[in-house]
């Protein structure tokens, strides 16, 4: 799959802990790039930290 700048932002705030707004977290979560807690917290999934890991080489 091939991010756009923005999907990588959010990859790459979800990972850092910043807030992300509900309609980019769903799409990182339905993307099964995150996943989000029954308490709301999300996180990326072992797909989502190759994304943010891999563009940092």
Not at 17 to 23: F, L, M, N, S, Y
Request: glycine share 8%.
């Amino acid at each position: 799959m091939q991010l756009t700048a923005q999907q990588q932002r959010i990859l790459e705030d979800i990972q850092a802990t910043r807030p992300v707004a509900q309609e980019d977290a769903n799409w990182a979560v339905e993307a099964g790039l995150a996943a989000q807690g029954e308490d709301g917290d999300i996180d990326l999934t072992q797909e989502g930290r190759h994304y943010v890991d891999s563009s940092q080489l």
